[in-house]
């Protein structure tokens, strides 16, 4: 049985279960198995304990309606399985873990009786009757335990309490049996393209993917202890560039950082005269501990286990909204970043961004500059690199902030969510920028939650490196090959990843750059790169003329490069941010160019799609945004079939049709959804085919409806101004 | 910056008026003359003629419209500092031009107050001149130069044709001679309408007894009232209803026969008076489809309602009529919404709130307030598709009524979500059923601080509007519409939305005197097309009436504001064209070669294709199959 492993290679037909268990797991699985169902388990998963006749509560609560299955919790998932006959395959069907499965470092709280928080290590001999399971990805699930064994219940409340909520060692983790038990094709290369672009630039690569100047020796470099080396991040067009740092000391005698920094510059910047502004984020951006504290309070507006409270809370929404501050930070990171931008576009500066530990808001900041400049990151390719580039091998500590581990000394801080967030901002502000859809962002950001792969699971690279080292079973040869988030085959079958691209999305017309580049300069990956055989004068700005440029490369003295930023509070600061979005704004909108959010108040929303997906009474039945989505879908679908038609009849098309051979596929699983199912606001996580047509009517209206002040008083008036009708 | 609100008339009519200017000008001149005023409009006329010879006007005057006074001024501009330029105002409308391209072209009739700021002695730069208030969320300031008094020809010109009906002018519609293809006047026939309800029916029957508006002044002539119910009941219960606005059929529903009533308070009182025939025509309505019990949604907050017997209104009492049950809606009365959008315009005129936005928006209310007319309406909805009849009154059964009967019927018949459809709709609940129009909105009339002044249309709209956010495809007319029939509910320049009732319009001669806006949307009804309609006609719309999906209609609301980018299609939509562009040229491509290469496979395609041909909004589902 196991020989299939070696014979298997690659990852030919998904193999079943059974032949990558050990014997004796076998044994105790099978067990079980007579008497009781169990979901299809992954390879190397391995059931913990279970318990059947659990009530799994309908989410309409109050009815205490529900279905009885078995619960279990296996090395990787909290999983119900019901008695009765499974429903229908839904459209979006994750390959890893189905409707009533959680992940393990997907559940976030568990409570008891009386909405009692359950803490590990507390669970003694006492079971609660009832219990609520609250996932990171938002979705709610409620479990009657009285019905059960007592023995059963008590075991399966202690194993889930146990494996969820308890510190554990990294190697718990589901990805080291998963991985030991997969045969997983060659470890996935990110950045191919900066690799061999910037080798050939005058740099030296370090294995853990970071680019400093050949100029540089390695005396200069051990100088920093491993802390707070500044990195380069992205070259504007006009040679000045990003740059991301630890906190350092920036004035001093003899300053090590600063030599290292002109060299640094000299070898990314086309004019190295150009200023540094530096910009210490820990100024003017919330902490990662605001961050967690603010994100906790946004996300119980959507842990709804009651929807009489959830109807209740309505009237306040905005205010709750408001007061937990999580679109203000959003908002904060997106300004803080068109100021950078504004920095590179406009004023042709060079930026250092900095921090404590140079790998949480300096990633975030730093992406979202690029995001913004560079059309390349927009793209589904270009914005994997991105997010490999800048938090993979930017060292941002997934593993910590996500703190699968359960441990007290780490800080836990949704910083990559928050990322994903601005992201999601700016394509709903920007749609067709993006080649990638909302969707896409959404399973990005419930993938971190999934142990299994190695994108999400270490610090750093290093951390990464040694870890999937240990682990290999076979310590001579290769590390533990895991598959990476990107590997989306591992969740999503072909149809479904189709929904990941955004119909709006079109290639960048294919024109006569030879023409066009002459007087308008484009934001060309070639440019955004260092280059040292790119010695053109800088090419002009989206702002400023070459005039300005001179004056700037003459009159800048070495003394006065270095400029701390104003402080951001200032009023200054924000009213130039205000001035430049609008200059930005008042030129025509160009997809493939420079991209600005607008910050206003009601520009900044709530991500409905992702917070808003599980709860039954805002779905909004046969509408939502997809309704309008899938009818381009269905159009683009209909061209791509005529264009290969015309294909067929040896006709070539000119290239200058927008839409023209769009890599997008979207349409044919929304066609097929459309047919099948009615599609919601929610579409494609809930499909609503069981779901009653009943409008959600909100309850207790009157008691919260408060009309204050002046209003009050005109509240008991009669329609009629005259004074006969006054009351 | 300021977007023209209107469409340009159709282009002829516009070439026509410069030529024509004075052979128009003497056939206004001569209606005009009826006034007292007229020796100052033949000196405003005389003045304008003049200007019109030294400048030629940027804008296209709409035939009928004509040139006032032209001064040089400094506008204030919120956004961009002051800026010189010229304002032209005419019988319609106040334009402003300046050369580095700011225009403000506003009707007169959005205007709602127009102030003198500062004085001849004021100090401070731009500190002389007009502050003018707009009913469409915006204000405007001019700045004059301080030395003799400069300001005083344009505050009275302004005044007088800002505010005809205060001046004894006549409103501009009835000035106007625009000309359009389609008569907008023949949309609603009360008749057909009905019918298309398919009444009468046997339960059902449509009644002449308000033909000379002496059963109810604000009500129309046409009424459809339970077929059991004689003239004479009908009368009778005139008498207990609020300015005998008896209970009414306004929708029924073709399967399970429900209905929607619509009437005003029961004359209850302090002193909880009964009213036999009252109860016994209830008592009829639910018995029209075998309703078990009939629901009575008393659009009021329940102590509203309750207040309301001091003045002798109230409501149904559960002992009096037995088998009906009442439900309070809860929606608050035209001042608190009035109070409502004044809050909503200072957080976001000039500039959008900036700090605690979020908590800004809520502490107007606004979207409270719709949120709780909408879930009234699904309410009603759900009823009527659950086969129980209802009837909804407030207190007058003007204002909220008209909201929630004609919502719900937006959610419930698919036929008022088409262009043509929602016209109907506007017409028969809002328009001939007296929603009181020239009280809220004040059209021509210069007390701005009028009590009975109230945006409950403008509600309903935005109402309308997030269905549409919700249901992107269900709507056969798309945002554009809903803009321009808010322009033209102030703008005075048609006569639909003028007056408060069918009595008074039959006194004006509205329809024979003036042009309807559907003669405007009719005529070049493309550009109000959603393109995206998919019609469903069987399906019963619920909106989420939840904070969570409602969203400030920031493109009418803040649409002043540079800062929120005016697309003219939004990405979705271009993106969409662009596509059933394509998709024709290469439906016409395949044609041509197959024309050529004569496969035989191919017949099938090339039939296809020519269905194509047709406009976009017509959308062929047949290119599914695969080929």
Known sequence: ?727 | MARAVFSSPNAAAAANILVNFAVLHIATWSRKSQFNSALMCFRTAAASRESLKMEPLAVTLLPGEERVIDKDIMYICPFSGPVKGKVFITNYRLYFKSDPSVTLNVPLGAIGRVEKMGGASSRGENSYGLDITCKDMRNLRFALKQEGHSRRDIFDILFRYAFPLSHGLLLFAYLSQEKYEENGWSVYKPMEEFRRQGLPTDKWRITFINDNYELCDTYPTILVVPFKATEEDLRKVSTFRSRGRIPVLSWIHRENQAVICRCSQPLVGMSGKRNKDDERYLEVIREANGTAKLTIYDARPSVNAVANKATGGGYEGDDTYQNAELVFLDIHNIHVMRESLKKLKDIVYPNVEESHWLSSLESTHWLEHIKLVLSGAIQVADKISGGNSVVVHCSDGWDRTAQLTSLAMLMLDSHYRTLRGFQVLLEKEWISFGHKFASRIGHGDKNHADQDRSPIFVQFIDCVWQMTKQFPTAFEFNERLLMTILDHLFSCRFGTFLYNCESARDTNEVRSKTVSLWSLVNSDSTSYLNPFYTPESSRVLYPVASMRHLELWVTYYIRWNPRIRQQQQSPVEQRYMELLALRDEYLKKLEELQLTDSSPNSSHLSNSSASNAASPTQHINHLHTPF
């Open chain 1, 1 to 727: 049985m196991l020989s299939s492993l070696g014979s298997a290679g690659g990852k030919s037909a998904k193999p079943s279960f059974v032949s990558y268990v050990t014997p004796e797991e076998i044994k105790s699985e099978k067990e079980p198995s007579r008497k009781e169902k169990h979901p299809d388990l992954l390879p190397g998963e391995v059931v913990f304990c279970s318990a059947s006749t659990v009530l799994k509560y309908t989410q309409d609560d109050l009815s205490q309606r529900g279905v009885f299955g078995v619960l279990l919790c296996t090395n990787f998932r909290v999983s119900f399985v019901s008695d009765e006959a499974p429903t229908e395959e839904m459209l979006f069907k994750n390959k890893l873990y189905g409707e009533n499965d959680i992940p393990l470092s997907c559940v976030d709280n568990i409570y008891g009786d009386k909405r009692k928080l359950i803490t590990g290590g507390l669970v003694k001999n006492k079971y609660p009757s009832k219990m609520i399971i609250h996932c990171k990805d938002l979705r709610v699930f409620q479990f009657s335990l009285s019905f059960s064994k007592e023995e059963d219940a008590k075991k399966i409340f202690q194993g889930i309490v146990h494996h969820c909520l308890e510190p554990k060692s990294l190697r718990c983790l589901f990805a080291f049996s998963y991985c030991e038990n997969t045969s997983y094709p060659g470890s996935y290369s990110y950045c191919r393209e900066h690799l061999v672009s910037s080798r050939s630039l005058g740099f030296l690569l370090f294995p853990v993917y970071f680019i400093v100047p050949k100029n540089v020796s390695d005396e200069d470099l051990t100088k920093y202890q491993g802390k707070g080396l500044p990195m380069w991040c992205w070259s504007h067009h006009s040679g000045c560039a990003l740059f991301k740092t630890a906190s350092i000391p920036l004035v001093q005698e003899d300053n090590v950082p600063q030599t290292y920094m002109e060299k640094m510059l000299t070898a990314v910047a086309h004019n190295h005269l150009y200023s540094v502004k530096t910009e210490d984020l820990s100024d003017t951006l919330p902490t990662v501990q605001d961050i967690l504290l603010s994100y906790n309070r946004f996300k119980q507006f959507f842990l709804i286990d009651n929807t009489t409270e959830f109807w209740m809370s309505d009237m306040k929404w905005f205010s709750s909204l408001d007061n937990c501050g999580w679109l203000d930070i959003i908002r904060q990171c997106l300004q803080k970043a068109v100021e950078v931008v504004e920095s590179l576009e406009k004023e042709n500066t060079n930026v250092l961004i900095m921090e404590e530990g140079g790998s949480d808001l300096c990633c975030v900041v730093s992406s979202l500059v690029q995001l913004m400049l560079d059309p390349y990151y927009r793209t589904l390719l270009g914005f994997q690199s991105l997010v490999q580039k800048e938090w993979v091998a930017g060292g941002h500590a997934f593993l910590d902030r996500s703190n699968h581990l359960h441990l007290k000394d780490k800080v836990e801080s949704p910083v990559f969510l928050l990322f994903l967030e601005c992201v999601w901002q700016l394509q709903q502000q920007h749609g067709p920028a993006f080649q990638f859809s909302e969707t896409y962002l959404t399973v990005l950001s419930d993938s971190i939650h999934v142990p299994v792969f190695t994108t999400f699971l270490f610090n750093n690279d290093g951390h990464r490196d040694s870890l999937l080292r240990a682990e290999s079973p076979h310590t001579q040869r290769s590390p533990l090959n895991c598959p990476t988030v990107w590997d989306w085959s591992v969740q999503f079958d072909c149809k479904a990843q189709d929904l990941f691209t955004n119909p709006l999305y079109t290639e960048k017309p294919k024109q006569d750059t030879s023409v066009r580049k002459s007087y308008r300069p484009r934001h060309l990956r070639q440019l955004s790169l260092p280059s040292s055989a790119f010695k053109t004068p800088p090419k002009k700005g989206f702002f400023k003329d070459e005039a300005d440029n001179l004056k700037k490369i003459l009159g800048v003295k070495r003394l006065s490069r270095w400029m701390l930023s104003p402080s951001s509070d200032s009023p200054q600061t924000s009213s130039s941010v205000r001035e430049f979005y609008e200059a930005w704004q008042t030129k025509p909108l160009d997809y493939h160019g420079l991209l600005l959010p607008c910050l206003d108040g009601p520009s900044i929303r709530v991500w409905m799609q992702r917070y808003l997906r599980w709860i039954h009474d805002v779905q909004i039945l046969g509408g939502g945004p997809v309704a309008m989505l899938s009818k381009v879908s269905e159009i683009l679908g209909e061209v791509q079939e005529l264009q290969r038609q015309l294909d067929r009849h040896g006709c070539t098309l000119t290239s200058n049709h927008k839409g023209a051979r769009p890599r997008a596929k979207t349409a044919a699983a929304v066609i097929a959804a459309r047919s099948s199912v009615r599609l919601s606001s929610s579409f494609p996580f809930v499909t609503s085919r069981n779901w009653s047509f009943k409008p959600a009517i909100p309850t207790s209206l009157l008691q919260s409806l408060m009309v204050t002040g002046m209003a009050g008083n005109l509240a008991d008036r009669e329609d009629d101004g005259g004074p006969e009708s006054l009351v």
